[in-house]
């Protein structure tokens, strides 16, 4: 009997499974896939892409980057001046604006900001305090930033998440929050065009219009964020229509049948984002420049990109990406792509043979990049051993074991990924081959002429002249070859058909606001 | 019922030890994990000095023997501190995550029960026919498929080229929770707020998780069923209620089956630790956001107070499930030696 | 009467029928997991035969091919051939699998000679030691296990060896202390057998006998298990062919049709577990009707 009324209850639970689908609102709600995460939910914190991206449509910056661009137009500041040692950048604010709850916004404001930013030492405050000296306030409408050294790309800093304004009044001055009901009002409000009115982390985030905005309203009502565990989902939902847009990260061969949809729009963008081969050059074998050419001219990136990622993203030459002023393929002059000829002549003047082959391990790690890592190292060992002078032990570890292995000098030769912390080509070299960064990277790289011409790159405001010596520093990498570049990501964006107004930058900042429905 | 009581008290303070053991066992197997997590938590670009003053906050340089007191002492109150990776407490990760588990065993175990004590009946009824011998087979076949492997095949089959099913998340993308979550068991919440639609969707959503777990474990319970239902229908009474010429299904499903099935039920408490290590691996492939995928999901990242955490969180599930059973068992049969 | 071959078979053969008509199906299922595990060790043997490629070649043919012509289950996104990959793979999968029973036994048993044998306080707190990790989900445990120990072989094989112990241990203890009360045993005491002497020449023999059973099961929980833990990507080093491995590498084809990376691992894994426990479940039926009713 108790099993005739369980059948029952389960029957009346089928029924209820198939009544019909209610229909949505009559708001314009935009629904955004993505597999990212986030991380953290405090400017003073937050430090990777996905979070970024969400608060650079919570809050604003005293500049930004308009959507799509790459150049620096005024934000919350109207303009500003730079002293002639350029060491003191003033910021004159725009005049009348109120956080959500009335508290006026001056330079009080972005003093107590930054300040905040600095005392509570969170992950990216580096980024300020490395080279903010002071902040003071200069009157209502005008702050001045006084910095330890002249930087040349201090506005793209000043762009950026940890610099973000936030309210005085709702901000707790000597903690980072760890979630949004923490909040006076519970709710990330800021001075960017969306609020956000619910957050569940790893399900949904939605953002609503902010009324306060002091900038063009977005074209939509509502974005709402859904976060999916696996692209193999995401892509689904896709195509059933489901969601509108999806963005980071699809698996190649979804990419490959999604750009071959009818139903299903691409929208693709040179990303900033690199990978590339580090070696452990202050240690044996790989303290021997020949050595680390050898290997670098034994690298087929078409073939990698061909077989991993199904022809998508693209070979990269230089450490300085395609797209960045002063980017040379300096890589493929020196020496081309699977260049097995150079690759053993080098290989022979060490001493090596077919007989006696070079052997060292090669380590990746195996989630962190995404699950295409182990077969880019798979190949990348059929590339070097094509040589035949070369055996590639191809090795593993998770995300915090490979920190720990290649601060350890463990690892002679392993696979990184870099987005960049400001868009500049100084952070592009300078982390890599400069004496501080390198270590950090366990790449162990130090040449006092390299960490002066860093220096000079930082401090020298004339692009021209810049230029030339990012130049001169990327041939000088096919030299000594701290490192050698693969590929860089490309980005890939899939719309319904009917949404518009999506601009993908080079930058990894996304608006929300022009999109909409046609 | 002081023989009960008694029983009952042992029964409790038997499972403190339990607990304690793997308890140790989960603190110990974690400080030798190799990696930095420390370094982990801060991303990549973090300088050295920042990462050891974290390392003194966490108190991770202190002794280990300070470290095993205060995991204790945190463990007593249920709280395992932060995340070293999110900016988020343990506790409501945990909290956050639990009920989307209870939900997936819950339904997997109805599965797992109806299937397997159904056809273990109904084979034990045919006794050496073919239906019985094809139901045994099943028995032993379905046991032997990995749970996860069977999860893709029906998510082949159902979600992609029959294309009939969602093959991943509690909801579709167009169904928010954030407007009908309570209690976090999706089912009870959409029905609290009288969402019907979004209730449908919950369901079909868990249709194919829930299947899968069920079926696998579905196999021990066919095979349990069949032999205590073999030992039920040569019982004297049974055959007497055969001779009065009751319904020979009324026999069968309702006089045999109730008797065969508590011993069924005993086992069901050694394996709830099976339907949770399944669930595990359900959560995984269907991108079900438990518990289960919580905890594989952090071992990638090290992240210490979670994954201590987790693991603390189904020992104690575990040991509760199988006091409670144990208990039921010693109310329902009167015959247990106490 | 001379030696002829076709009687000989003949006489094998009846035999062999006999048995089957003795043991009815029991005898069948035997047999068949008997020829599964068979099959699948002389892939293991025999690899280099069996397989057309080598299983890292990542130029055997076109890009993702489906199953057909030279390429009997296709090849995969890096080129290379799925069926060579299968016939290496048993040979990780295999050596894990053995290997974990083995050890797993090893200890199990000795610790349940000794504690069955002497009980005191020892015992007491050895089986609860052995109890609460038997009540835990074995997976979780070796998913911690593995996590500590890294990716490689060894670990993998010690990660899953671990949560197999409790087994062999509860079933040794117990045998062990029916046995201790047996008239043989007394008697054995009775004229001064020393405590190991008896242990081993009169208790070891008669449990070992048991544990039969239960270790061509425990290898074939074993290969469920380490297939998890590869397809959850804890297990292996890349540069290993292992059929979970694989099985995770094929999920993110899930939805672009590439259907036989998922299934053919997935299905080795399934029938090489069914290909034990059919094993197990035959032997128990045939040498101890009772042991698995309950």
């Known amino acids: 009997m108790r099993i005739a009324k369980f059948l029952l209850l389960v029957l009346v639970i089928a029924a209820l499974a198939f009544l019909p689908a209610r229909s949505f609102a009559a708001k314009e709600t935009m629904v955004y896939g993505t597999t990212e995460k986030v991380i953290d939910m405090d400017p003073a914190n937050a430090y990777d892409f996905h979070t970024w991206e969400i608060f650079y449509n919570i809050y604003q910056g005293l500049l930004r980057y308009p959507p799509g661009k790459t150049n620096l137009v005024p934000g919350l500041a109207k303009s500003y001046a730079i002293s002639a040692d350029g060491k003191e950048y003033t910021f004159k604010l725009r005049k009348g604006l109120k956080f959500t709850d009335g508290t006026p916004f001056d330079a009080h404001a972005v003093k ?27 009157d209502k409408d005008a702050v001045k930033f006084v910095l330890k050294n002249p930087v040349a790309y201090f506005p793209s800093l000043v762009a950026s998440c940890p610099y973000y304004p936030v309210n005085p009044k709702v901000y707790p001055k000597d903690k980072i929050i760890r979630d949004p009901s923490e909040l006076k009002g519970g709710k990330l409000v800021g001075l960017g065009p969306y609020r956000a009115v619910s957050f569940k982390r790893d399900q949904e985030i939605v953002l609503e219009v902010n009324p306060n905005f002091y900038g063009e309203k977005p074209k939509n009502d509502q974005v709402v964020i859904r976060y999916f565990a696996d692209a193999t989902t995401m892509r689904l939902a896709l195509e059933k229509g489901e969601i509108d847009f999806a963005f980071k990260t699809l698996n190649p061969s979804d990419i490959n049948d999604l750009q071959k949809s009818k139903t299903i729009q691409t929208i693709k963008a040179q990303g900033p984002y690199i990978r590339y081969l580090c070696f452990l050059s202050d240690t044996p074998p790989f303290n021997e420049k020949v050595l680390r050419q050898a290997v670098a001219a034994a690298v087929n990136r078409p073939k990698v990109i061909e077989k991993v990622f199904l022809g998508q993203n693209a070979p990269l030459y230089s450490m300085v990406p395609m797209g960045m002023w002063s980017h040379i393929d300096a890589f493929k002059t020196a020496f081309g792509d699977g260049n097995i000829a150079k690759s053993r002549e080098l290989l022979t003047s060490r001493g090596y043979s077919e007989s006696k082959q070079f052997a060292f391990d090669l380590w990746y790690t195996p989630s962190h990049y995404g699950d295409t890592e182990v077969d880019v190292a798979a190949v990348l060992k059929d590339q070097l051993e094509a040589t035949g002078m070369m055996k590639v032990n191809v090795k593993s570890a998770e995300w915090a074991t490979y920190r720990d292995q290649w601060k350890n000098k463990q690892m002679p030769t392993f696979l990184l990924g870099w987005y960049p912390d400001y868009i500049d080509p100084d952070n592009y070299t300078a982390a890599f081959a400069g004496t501080a960064g390198s270590r950090g990277l366990g790449i162990y790289f130090s040449d006092p002429e390299w960490d002066k011409k860093f220096v000079e790159g930082q401090k020298e ?35 319904q058909t009917d949404v518009q107004g999506i601009m993908l930058s080079p930058t990894l900042q996304f608006n929300y606001g022009p999109i909409h429905r046609k | 019922m002081g023989n009960l009581s008694r029983y009952v008290i042992t029964r409790v303070l038997l499972t403190i030890p339990m607990v304690f053991i793997l308890l140790t066992t989960v603190f110990v197997v974690l ?23 974290k390392k003194e906050e966490l108190g991770l340089n202190r002794p280990m023997a300070i470290q095993y007191v205060n995991y204790l002492w945190q463990v007593c109150r249920l709280d395992f501190g932060d995340s070293m990776v999110f900016k988020q407490r343990v506790t409501k990760a945990i909290t956050e995550k639990l009920p989307a588990t209870i939900e997936l065993t819950t339904f997997g175990m109805i599965i797992t029960i109806l299937l397997g004590v159904l056809l273990g009946a109904y084979a034990a009824d045919k006794r050496r ?64 707020v009288r969402d019907f639609s979004a209730l449908r969707d919950v369901l079909i959503h868990l249709i194919l998780p829930s299947f899968t777990l069920g079926m696998v474990l579905s196999g021990i319970f066919v095979r349990l069923t069949r032999a205590n239902m073999l030992d039920v229908l040569k019982a004297d009474y049974i055959l007497a209620a055969e001779a009065r010429g009751l319904k020979h299904r009324v026999i069968v499903y309702k006089h045999a089956l109730k008797n065969a099935f508590i011993p069924v039920l005993t086992m069901f408490g050694l394996q709830f630790a099976l339907l949770m290590a399944g669930a595990v691996l359900t959560e995984s492939t269907f991108s079900w956001p438990g518990m289960g995928r919580l ?38 049969d009167p015959r247990i030696r106490y | 009467m001379r030696f002829s071959p076709a009687a000989g078979i003949g006489l094998v053969l009846s035999r062999f029928m006999g048995l089957g008509r003795k043991y009815g199906v029991e005898w069948w299922i035997l047999l068949a997991g008997a020829l599964i595990v068979l099959a699948i060790l002389s892939m293991a043997l025999f690899s ?38 299968i016939v290496y793979g048993s040979q990780t999968i295999l050596r894990v699998a ?28 050895l089986s609860l030691i052995m109890d609460s990790i038997y009540s835990f989900p074995g997976l979780i445990l070796a998913i911690a296990f593995a996590a500590m120990l890294g990716p490689g072989v060894i670990n993998i094989t010690l990660a899953v060896a671990v949560i197999y112990i409790p087994t062999y241990f509860r079933l040794v203890r117990g045998q062990t202390l029916s046995i201790k009360e047996e008239l043989y045993v007394e ?3 009775a004229i001064g057998a020393s405590g190991p002497t008896i242990l081993w020449k009169y208790i070891f023999p008669n449990v070992i006998a048991t544990t039969v059973v239960v270790y061509t099961l425990n290898i074939a929980d074993a290969i469920m298990i380490e297939a998890a833990l590869t397809y959850l990507g804890l297990g292996l080093p890349p540069d290993i062919v292992d059929w979970g491995m694989d099985l995770a590498m094929g999920k993110k084809f899930l939805p672009s049709g590439q259907w036989w990376l998922i299934t053919f691992p997935g299905a080795m894994v399934s029938i090489l577990a069914l290909g034990f426990t059919m094993l197990g479940e035959g032997l128990a039926e045939i040498l101890n009707p009772r042991l698995l009713e309950r």
């Open chain 3, 98 to 125: 053995v290997l974990a029973a083995i050890i797993s036994s090893v200890f199990g048993i000795i610790l349940g000679l000794i504690s069955g044998f002497w009980g005191g306080i020892f015992d007491r707190v």
């Open chain 2, 31 to 53: 400080r030798i994990m190799p990696g930095d997590p420390v370094g982990t938590m801060l991303g990549g670009h973090a300088p050295e000095s920042v990462i050891e003053k």
């Open chain 3, 48 to 85: 280099g035969v069996i397989a057309p490629f080598n299983p890292y070649n990542q130029n055997t043919g076109p890009q993702l091919a489906p199953p057909g012509g030279k390429h009997l289950m296709g090849t995969d996104n890096l080129q290379r051939d799925v069926w060579s990959r």
């Open chain 3, 187 to 189: 008697a054995a005491r």
């Open chain 2, 295 to 332: 905890l594989v999901e952090r071992i990638y990242l090290r992240d210490y107070p979670t994954i201590q955490g987790v693991i603390i969180m189904f020992a104690l599930i575990v040991a509760m499930v199988s006091l409670i059973v144990d208990i039921i068992y010693a109310i329902v």
């Open chain 1, 461 to 495: 405001t004339d692009l021209k002249k810049r230029t030339s010596l990012y130049k001169e520093i990327q041939r000088m990498w096919t030299n000594e070859v701290p490192t050698a570049p693969i590929f860089q990501g490309t980005l890939y964006l899939f719309a």
């Open chain 1, 112 to 138: 107590w900001s930054i300040d905040r930013v600095i005392a509570l030492k969170g992950d990216p405050s580096w980024l300020v305090t490395d080279f903010v000296d002071h902040v003071d306030v200069v």
């Open chain 2, 129 to 192: 026919s073919p239906q019985d011998n094809f139901i045994r087979l099943y028995g032993i076949v379905i046991f032997c498929i990995p749970v996860y492997w069977l999860g893709l095949m029906l998510q082949l089959i159902f979600g992609i080229w029959l294309d009939i099913l969602p093959i991943a998340g509690r909801t579709g993308p167009r169904v928010f929770a954030s407007t009908f979550e309570k209690t976090g068991f999706y089912v009870l919440d959409t029905i609290l």
